[in-house]
């Protein structure tokens, strides 16, 4: 599967390269036997069901991926060998628009507060306190690297490399609050690791150290809906 006459095959141990294959690994699972492109019931079926446990486990967007890589595959099949088969979209929950709620400042400084006084834990303190102030999302700070942190310098400060979504994601940010709590919790989380957020966080899905975050900031939310009820 390449990602386009260009950039060529994807490949495998890089970050999008391990997404592709997962993908069309999974897909086969449910193919469960070698088949020839044109056993179109097969693939079908396989899609069908597919599909309909992925809706449940993941949001609409991500089951849309795995369509786009598991259609790219078939096609390349298909245009290869100079087939008339043209595969069809499965039916695919649209993706509801939802208002995300969003932390005033008054909450970020609370929540601030809260994470240098040792309220949270500290892998949970670095994730939130860095997407606070530095945009990063999940996958750059599992593949931060320790030497990219830089808090000593005069201006303290972290180095977003290697794999990201896009070349512009590549930056240095500048860090300005918590700097010496972040010092000692980045001490703390290595472990000798080469990661910044230590070999744990650095193997985990982005999935659950989302959902890590969200219990983690429950408290805040649940406080929130009570003041604007009332």
């Given at each position: 599967?390449?990602?386009?006459?260009?950039?060529?095959?994807?490949?495998?141990?890089?970050?999008?390269?391990?997404?592709?294959?997962?993908?069309?690994?999974?897909?086969?699972?449910?193919?469960?036997?070698?088949?020839?492109?044109?056993?179109?019931?097969?693939?079908?079926?396989?899609?069908?069901?597919?599909?309909?446990?992925?809706?449940?486990?993941v949001s609409p967007a991500s089951a849309q991926r795995d369509?786009?890589?598991?259609?790219?595959?078939?096609?390349?099949?298909?245009?290869?060998?100079?087939?008339?088969?043209?595969?069809?979209?499965?039916?695919?929950?649209?993706?509801?628009?939802?208002?995300?709620?969003?932390?005033?400042?008054?909450?970020?400084?609370?929540?601030?507060?809260?994470?240098?006084?040792?309220?949270?834990?500290?892998?949970?303190?670095?994730?939130?306190?860095?997407?606070?102030?530095?945009?990063?999302?999940?996958?750059?700070?599992?593949?931060?690297?320790?030497?990219?942190?830089?808090?000593?310098?005069?201006?303290?400060?972290?180095?977003?490399?290697?794999?990201?979504?896009?070349?512009?994601?590549?930056?240095?940010?500048?860090?300005?609050?918590?700097?010496?709590?972040?010092?000692?919790?980045?001490?703390?989380?290595?472990?000798?690791?080469?990661?910044?957020?230590?070999?744990?966080?650095?193997?985990?899905?982005?999935?659950?150290?989302?959902?890590?975050?969200?219990?983690?900031?429950?408290?805040?939310?649940?406080?929130?809906?009570?003041?604007?009820?009332?």
């Open positions: 599967y390449i990602r386009s006459r260009e950039q060529g095959a994807y490949v495998i141990d890089s970050r999008d390269g391990r997404r592709v294959y997962a993908i069309w690994e999974r897909f086969l699972a449910f193919l469960a036997r070698d088949c020839l492109v044109e056993d179109t019931d097969s693939i079908y079926d396989a899609i069908d069901r597919l599909v309909e446990i992925r809706s449940k486990q369509w786009n890589v598991i259609s790219a595959v078939l096609n390349i099949a298909v245009k290869r060998d100079r087939l008339n088969i043209r595969f069809q979209k499965p039916q695919i929950k649209k993706v509801e628009k939802t208002d995300r709620p969003v932390f005033s400042q008054t909450d970020q400084k609370e929540i601030i507060s809260d994470i240098v006084a040792g309220k949270y834990s500290t892998e949970n303190g670095v994730l939130m306190l860095l997407a606070l102030q530095t945009g990063m999302i999940n996958s750059e700070l599992q593949r931060l690297k320790s030497e990219n942190v830089r808090l000593g310098d005069e201006v303290p400060h972290i180095l977003v490399t290697g794999e990201v979504k896009t070349k512009d994601r590549l930056r240095t940010v500048p860090i300005t609050v918590g700097v010496r709590w972040l010092r000692k919790a980045f001490r703390e989380l290595d472990g000798g690791s080469g990661y910044a957020m230590g070999r744990s966080i650095h193997t985990v899905s982005d999935s659950t150290i989302s959902k890590r975050i969200v219990l983690a900031l429950e408290p805040h939310r649940q406080r929130d809906n009570r003041r604007y009820s009332a």
